[in-house]
C-alpha cells in the first residue's frame, strides 16, 4: 500500500497525472536511491540535519553577510511558524515565492518544505499576466515576495481571485515578513511528509504557449543531489559555490541551494552576474565551483586572464548547448574543463553529463549514473549508433505535469521521457546535440515559448498576425525573431518594430521579447492554413547566414 500523504489539501496529489501516464522510475539502479524511506521532508535531510552537523559552518554569502547553516535554520523556523499561524498555511497548500537570489528567498523556500506545503517558485522577471495564469492553474493562496518586486506582485493580487495576501520581506511595514518572524518562536516540527508527497510546482515554458507545471516530490530533490551531484559533481563541505541561474529555476535550485547544502557546503549567492563581476566573484571569495550558461563562458573568456581564477575547480554548464569554441577557450585561458549537461524541468536537473577526464569536448556527455538514456526514431525504436533521432531518458525523476494530459502524452511515451531534443549517440555511449525538435527557442540559456510571444504580439492593436521562431545568433545561440503582418502595412518599419519590442517586455518576463522583428505581407502556410513555421526557421536561418 502506497505511504500515506500527510497533505491536508490534497489538490497536488489530486492533480497529478495517472500513474499509468507516469514515467519508469527505478530507485534500485544506486544503492543510496535504494535506501530512501517511504517517509522523508527534504528539508528534514538538507536543512535540519545539516544544521545540526554543522551550526556553525556557513551556508549562505551575500553582500559582505554570512548566514551560518544555524542560522538560516532559525530564519526558516520562524517563516514556517508565519506560514502556519499567520497564514493558516496547512501541508498540501500552495505558496507562491518571488526573489532574486538572496537569502531570503532560500529560507522562505525551506520554510515551506518544513511546513509540508508546495513551492511554486517565480522568476523575478516574470510579470502579472505570467504569474495570474500560475496562481489560477496551480490555485495558489499566499505569496512571500521581495518588496522590490512588489508592483507585479500587487497586479497580480487585483487579477488572480484564488491569490488572497502577499507578505513582502526586504522593505518597511509592521506587516512584513521579518516583523512577523520577529513574533515567532525559532523552532519548528518540521511535518513528516512521504517522499512522494509533492513539495516543488515548477513552471516551465513550452511549446504549445502558457508554462506547464512540473510536480516533483520530496524524494526528488534529493534524488537529483544523489545523482549528478554524488557521482558527477562530487564537492566537497570545503567547496564555495556560485552561478548566475535563478534559484527559481531548478538548475539553479540544484546547484546553489541543494548540492552544496547535501555535503556541508556554502554559496555565494549575487542578485544580478555580469562577466565581469563573475569573474570578480570568484577571485574575491576564492570560489571552486562554477555554475552558468555558455553565454556567459564565452563573454568570460577574454576578461580571464585578468583575474585570479586559481581556487576554481569545476564549472558547469547547462540552459543550452555548450559549444566546442567556448569550451576549448575557457579550457585555455583557465586550465578547467567545463562539464556540460542536459537536464529539464520535467526531469528537475541535469541527466547526461561527464566530468574530469570522461570529458569529451564537445559531446553532452553520457547518462548521469541512476538515469538511462537512448536515441529512438519516429517509432520509440532505438536507433543505431551515429544515427540522429529523438532523445528518450527515464531515471529517479521525470515527467508529472499538473492536469495537463495532452502535455504528459507528448512528454512521456512507453515509460520514456522525451525531451524534445535530437541527439546522436557514438560508439562509446557518448550523446552529442543536434538541435530542438519541437518550437522551443533555446536562447542565452532561457527556454522561450514561441507561442508564448505569438499570444502577446497578437494582443496589440497593430498586428494583424505573426508567428515567432529561433534564428540563430552567435552570442546567444538563438534569438526569439518574430515575423509580423502589420494591420496597416504603411506603419510597418523600425518605429513599429520598437513599440512591438517594449509591449512585450512589459507583458512577459523581458528576456521574451522579440530581439528581431521583420514585416512581412503574408505568413507561409499549409494548405489547410497551418502556419508553416519551418519555412520562417530556414529563412531566419539564411537571413543569419551572412
Avoid at 528534514?44 to 549562505?60: S, T
Avoid at 505558496?95 to 509540508?116: D, E, I, S
Avoid at 488572480?160 to 507578505?167: D, I, Q, S
Amino acid at each position: 500500500m502506497p505511504c500515506p500523504s500527510a497533505h491536508r489539501d490534497t489538490f497536488a496529489r489530486d492533480h497529478l497525472p495517472p500513474k499509468e501516464d507516469w514515467p519508469e522510475m527505478d530507485y534500485s539502479v544506486l544503492p543510496e536511491l535504494a535506501r530512501y524511506p517511504e517517509r522523508m521532508n527534504c528539508a528534514a535531510l538538507l536543512l535540519d540535519a545539516q544544521a545540526a552537523r554543522y551550526p556553525d559552518r556557513p551556508v549562505l554569502h551575500y553582500e559582505g553577510t554570512v548566514w551560518t547553516y544555524a542560522e538560516l535554520l532559525d530564519k526558516a523556523n520562524r517563516i514556517a511558524h508565519v506560514l502556519t499561524r499567520d497564514l493558516g498555511i496547512v501541508p498540501g497548500n500552495r505558496v507562491l515565492l518571488r526573489a532574486p537570489n538572496n537569502p531570503m528567498y532560500v529560507a522562505c523556500w525551506f520554510a515551506v518544505m518544513k511546513a509540508g506545503a508546495v513551492a511554486v517558485a517565480t522568476m523575478p522577471l516574470y510579470r502579472s499576466r505570467e504569474l495570474v495564469h500560475m496562481v489560477e492553474t496551480a490555485k495558489i493562496g499566499v505569496a512571500l515576495c521581495d518588496w522590490r518586486l512588489r508592483e507585479e506582485m500587487e497586479a497580480t493580487l487585483e487579477k488572480a481571485p484564488h491569490l488572497r495576501r502577499a507578505v513582502y520581506f526586504g522593505g518597511p511595514g509592521e506587516g512584513s515578513l521579518e516583523a512577523l518572524m520577529a513574533a515567532s518562536p525559532p523552532t519548528f516540527a518540521t511535518v513528516d511528509t512521504a517522499a512522494d508527497d509533492v513539495c516543488l510546482i515548477a513552471f516551465t515554458s513550452g511549446t504549445t504557449g502558457p508554462a506547464k507545471g512540473c510536480m516533483h516530490f520530496h524524494r526528488d530533490i534529493l534524488a537529483i543531489g544523489d545523482t549528478f551531484n554524488r557521482h558527477v559533481l562530487k564537492p566537497t563541505k570545503e567547496d564555495v559555490f556560485t552561478g548566475s541561474p535563478p534559484i527559481a529555476f531548478t538548475f539553479g535550485m540544484g546547484a546553489l541551494v541543494t548540492f552544496p547544502m547535501q555535503v556541508g557546503a556554502s554559496t555565494v549567492l549575487v542578485e544580478q552576474f555580469t562577466p565581469e563581476k563573475m569573474l570578480e566573484t570568484i577571485a574575491r571569495k576564492r570560489i571552486s565551483v562554477l555554475f552558468t550558461a555558455p553565454t556567459a563562458y564565452r563573454a568570460m573568456t577574454p576578461l580571464a586572464p585578468d583575474h585570479d581564477l586559481s581556487s576554481l575547480k569545476k564549472c558547469v554548464s547547462a540552459g543550452e548547448t555548450l559549444p566546442l569554441p567556448i569550451w576549448n577557450g575557457w579550457f585555455e585561458k583557465t586550465g578547467v574543463r567545463i562539464i556540460d549537461g542536459i537536464g529539464s524541468t520535467e526531469m528537475l536537473h541535469i541527466f547526461i553529463a561527464c566530468a574530469g577526464d570522461d570529458i569529451r569536448p564537445g559531446a553532452t556527455g553520457r547518462p548521469v549514473p541512476g538515469y538511462e538514456a537512448k536515441v529512438v526514431d519516429e517509432a520509440g525504436r532505438e536507433v543505431p549508433r551515429g544515427t540522429i533521432g529523438h532523445l528518450a531518458v527515464k531515471g529517479p525523476t521525470g515527467c508529472r505535469y499538473l492536469d495537463n494530459p495532452e502535455r504528459q502524452a507528448a512528454y512521456v511515451a512507453a515509460g520514456w521521457n522525451f525531451t524534445g531534443d535530437s541527439y546522436r549517440q557514438d560508439e562509446d555511449g557518448y550523446f552529442w546535440y543536434q538541435a530542438r525538435t519541437d518550437d522551443m527557442i533555446v536562447s542565452a540559456g532561457y527556454n522561450i515559448s514561441g507561442p508564448e510571444v505569438e499570444a502577446v504580439l497578437l494582443d496589440h492593436p497593430k498586428v494583424q498576425e505573426c508567428a515567432v521562431v529561433g534564428a540563430p545568433d552567435p552570442e546567444r545561440g538563438q534569438v526569439v525573431k518574430a515575423y509580423v503582418v502589420a494591420r496597416n502595412a504603411a506603419e510597418a518599419g523600425p518605429a513599429l518594430a520598437r513599440e512591438l519590442q517594449d509591449y512585450v517586455k512589459a507583458q512577459i518576463a523581458p528576456y521574451k521579447y522579440p530581439r528581431a522583428v521583420e514585416f512581412i505581407a503574408a505568413l507561409p502556410r499549409t494548405q489547410t492554413g497551418k502556419v508553416q513555421r519551418f519555412t520562417l526557421r530556414e529563412q531566419a536561418r539564411g537571413a543569419a547566414a551572412p
